[in-house]
């Protein structure tokens, strides 16, 4: 069978299976539904013309149906063929309150975590007024309400911004409204950034340019520590540190018990990225961890993450060095196509890289399979330009 280049193969009938284990079908099948066909071509097939022909006018054609109304010729990367797996109770998380919208977790010492199930932040409490870190739009004025259920009254004096990201600090504007006179904290990184930025992210008013050195910032009886690890996540992401509780806030690093966000989280520095998970453990003496996202962590979500990521750098590194870039089922007319001659080489990298890692990993993080294409073909492209990101 010849690679085609404008629809991905099908795979093989999987009606037996469960929901939970559909991707089992299409990695064990090598069709490589998701993306690419670089697998066993054995049980796949290519759509006629008539199916293509099917697809433009809208119709249920292809053998495992369409996932979008409007599919293109050209289909959109990492297409789930069926539902993703569904989220263990467990891995669901605590409960949200329906009607207010945001759950609190009283870390003690006047800190505390406010999330609404996908986003989180911090702020503590102090003697002379609040000190709120980070300001994600998708909590919004929720932020503000779980500020006065637990200090009603109270202002918000100082803002810090964990780095530059509009997901994380877009509400930052509004919070200035309400506050007048309010400090915004951040690295000189981040301001630099925000120099080219919208009005939603307000400039920093107090910065600080030092690597792996604490910078305190006092307000009444609380002090954070702030420290920059280095390029990571994103120029200027910083670690939040409350020594007195053992409380860490690092954003877009860790995801407790999840799947990283796409592409290694869009790390601006993939080795940096790397760099960082690995030695967080030791670089702050933590018991909680608020990571921007989802419920708050411990180290052992910075284990089983690190875990994970060195298991997807040894099989990227194997497929790298054990799949051949020639692959004499691609269309002949590619072969001489230099661009869609190196994309069928990495896609099989990636199915390489997936195949590897999901005996041991589908079941262990929250929605594995909605990110796992995108990680192993983000680190393949790092390590083939980066180098290696773990010796």
């Known amino acids: 069978m010849k690679h085609s280049s404008s629809f991905r193969c099908a795979p093989v009938s999987r009606t037996a299976l469960a929901p939970r284990f559909a991707l089992w079908a299409l990695l064990l099948a090598g069709a490589g539904t998701l993306h690419g066909c670089g697998g ?9 013309a008539e199916q293509a022909q099917a697809v433009r006018r ?11 109304s409007n599919m293109p010729d050209i289909v959109p990367p990492n297409v789930r063929a069926d539902a993703y797996a569904p989220l263990t109770e467990a891995q669901k998380g605590p409960a949200i309150d329906p009607v207010k919208g945001y759950r ?10 406010v999330g609404d199930g ?3 932040t911090m702020f503590v409490v102090s003697d002379a007024g609040v000190i709120l870190v980070d300001a994600p739009p998708a ?11 637990v200090a009603n009254g109270a202002r918000i004096v100082a803002l810090v911004y964990s780095h530059a990201h509009l997901d994380h600090i877009g509400y930052a504007s509004e919070v200035a409204k309400t506050n007048p006179g309010m400090q915004i904290v951040a690295h000189e990184e981040t301001r630099k950034k925000l120099l080219f930025s919208s009005a939603t992210r307000p400039l920093p008013t ?7 050195v604490d910078f305190p910032l ?35 690093v860790v995801y407790p018990g999840w799947m990283m966000w796409r592409r290694m989280g869009l790390a601006a520095d993939i080795p940096g990225y790397y760099a960082l998970v690995k030695s967080m453990n030791a670089r702050w003496d933590f018991d909680r961890l608020v990571a921007g996202h989802f419920q708050p962590g411990t180290k052992s979500d910075v284990i089983t993450q690190l875990e994970f990521m060195t298991d997807l750098h040894d099989a990227v590194t194997e497929a790298i060095a054990t799949v051949p870039y020639a692959n004499d089922a691609l269309n002949a007319a590619d072969v001489k196509n230099p661009w869609a001659a190196t994309r069928d080489w990495t896609d099989r990298l990636t ?12 079941s262990r993080l929250a929605a594995y399979d909605v990110w796992i294409y995108e990680q192993c073909e983000a680190l393949e492209q790092s390590i083939r330009i980066d180098g290696p990101s773990l010796k």
């Open 40 to 48: 066993s071509d054995a049980n796949a097939q290519v759509l006629s």
């Open 58 to 68: 809208g119709a249920q054609a292809t053998p495992w149906g369409r996932p979008y």
């Open 104 to 113: 609190i977790d009283n870390l003690g010492g006047g800190v505390y975590a």
């Open 118 to 120: 996908s986003y989180s």
């Open 139 to 149: 909590l919004g004025a929720k932020i503000l309400s779980a500020i006065q259920e």
């Open 206 to 212: 107090r910065t600080f340019d030092t690597q792996d």
């Open 218 to 252: 006092v307000v009444g009886n609380q002090t954070l520590q702030l420290r920059y690890p280095g390029p990571n996540h994103d120029l200027g992401n910083i670690g939040i540190y409350h020594p007195g509780q053992k409380v860490l806030m690092l954003v877009d």
């Open 351 to 362: 199915n390489h890289c997936v195949n590897k890692v999901s005996l041991k990993w589908a």
